[in-house]
Nanobody, 123 residues
Framework: QVQLVESGGGSVQAGGSLRLSCAASGATYRTYLTMGWFRQAPGKEREGVAAINSVGSTRYADSVKGRFTISKDVVENTMYLQMNSLKPEDTAMYFC????????????????WGQGTQVTVSS
């Protein structure tokens, strides 16, 4: 049973930084394939933020390029999202996902999901 547990969310002022973590368990790293971060703001659809595949290639949404960095620690089975220069529009519930066969930020491609961690950015 694959489990993904997010942590690191919180409240921060605009311009600040946060680092999200996603701890994966219950399978070998091959099961996770591409892992990604998604977010959903109240009243809005879930959107892809960033993804990283098994060889470390990455993909970002245009809205976060240059501000967010996705990375992973294969030994620890943990994925990270470093978020810098945060804006109020980054406020959302952030979800960790895994199991996509392709490097994609399309949520339909991902098989496993975490419960989410809230990020709130005040102006």
């Amino acid at each position: 049973q694959v489990q993904l547990v997010e942590s690191g969310g919180g409240s921060v002022q605009a311009g600040g930084s946060l680092r999200l973590s996603c701890a994966a368990s219950g399978a070998t790293y091959r099961t996770y394939l591409t892992m990604g971060w998604f977010r959903q703001a109240p009243g809005k659809e879930r959107e892809g933020v960033a993804a990283i595949n098994s060889v470390g290639s990455t993909r970002y949404a245009d809205s976060v390029k240059g501000r967010f960095t996705i990375s992973k620690d294969v030994v620890e089975n943990t994925m990270y999202l470093q978020m810098n220069s945060l804006k109020p529009e980054d406020t959302a519930m952030y979800f960790c996902a895994a199991g996509s066969p392709a490097l994609s930020v399309q949520d339909s491609a991902f098989r496993y999901w975490g419960q989410g961690t809230q990020v709130t950015v005040s102006s």
